[in-house]
């Protein structure tokens, strides 16, 4: 199946924009591409969560389906950033925590993360070029996309409190003894 010129556009998009990262004449602290990765992760979030909405409101389905489906897509994409995504950002929060000097933008992930969204991009472009149904690729959309989302905080939430890398790498963050009520 041929490739519309609305998938065209928005896989052309994807690939431009590390490549615009790449070739900017300017350089980020740190803290500015811990930004810039809350940014890029919540909008892509965001952006597919929006393409699975309008997948699914071409569905022929009975509305709870689609809901119970929905809700679905919602709990797995919401446990998948908070169990595996996360890690991945925590690894680039210190990763991005070591560096000494400014960077340009494009190191607001290492090369292995840029790959995983290549590899992310073609399995998205794979649903459309072999046709899967409109109701799956919806659901996978918003599932993906609310990993995305889920897992973006995790940069703000070390942009408003730091934490060390033994503290990051705890399956659920302790309080200490300070916190009690």
Same mark, same amino acid.
Request: aromatic share 8%; charged share 15%.
């Given at each position: 199946?041929?490739?519309?010129?609305?998938?065209?556009?928005?896989?052309?998009?994807? @690939?431009?924009?590390?490549?615009?990262?790449?070739?900017?004449?300017?350089?980020?602290?740190?803290?500015?591409?811990?930004?810039? =990765?809350? =940014?890029?992760?919540?909008?892509?979030?965001?952006?597919?969560?929006?393409?699975?909405?309008?997948?699914?409101?071409?569905?022929?389905?009975?509305?709870?389906?689609?809901?119970?489906?929905?809700?679905?897509?919602? @709990?797995?994409?919401?446990? *998948?950033? *908070?169990?595996?995504?996360? *890690?991945?950002?925590?690894?680039?929060?210190?990763?991005?925590?070591?560096?000494?000097?400014?960077?340009?933008?494009?190191?607001?992930?290492?090369?292995?993360?840029?790959?995983?969204?290549?590899?992310? @991009?073609?399995?998205?472009?794979?649903?459309?070029?072999?046709?899967?149904?409109?109701?799956?690729?919806?659901?996978?959309?918003?599932?993906?996309?609310?990993?995305?989302?889920?897992?973006?905080?995790?940069?703000? *939430?070390? @942009?408003?409190?730091?934490?060390?890398?033994?503290?990051?790498?705890?399956?659920?963050?302790?309080?200490?003894?300070?916190?009690?009520?």
């Amino acid at each position: 199946m041929p490739l519309d010129a609305q998938t065209l556009t928005r896989l052309s998009i994807m @690939l431009v924009i590390p490549l615009i990262l790449a070739i900017v004449p300017f350089k980020l602290d740190r803290y500015a591409l811990m930004r810039l =990765a809350f =940014a890029i992760w919540m909008t892509g979030g965001i952006m597919l969560s929006k393409r699975g909405i309008e997948f699914l409101a071409q569905v022929d389905q009975p509305f709870s389906v689609i809901a119970f489906s929905v809700l679905g897509a919602l @709990l797995v994409g919401m446990l *998948k950033g *908070k169990f595996i995504l996360n *890690k991945s950002s925590i690894r680039n929060i210190i990763r991005l925590e070591a560096l000494t000097e400014r960077q340009k933008p494009i190191h607001v992930y290492p090369l292995r993360s840029w790959i995983v969204i290549g590899v992310m @991009l073609l399995i998205s472009l794979s649903l459309t070029v072999f046709n899967v149904d409109i109701f799956i690729r919806g659901l996978v959309n918003i599932g993906v996309g609310m990993g995305l989302i889920t897992s973006s905080f995790i940069y703000l *939430k070390h @942009l408003r409190s730091p934490f060390t890398p033994a503290e990051a790498t705890q399956a659920e963050p302790q309080g200490d003894a300070n916190d009690a009520p």
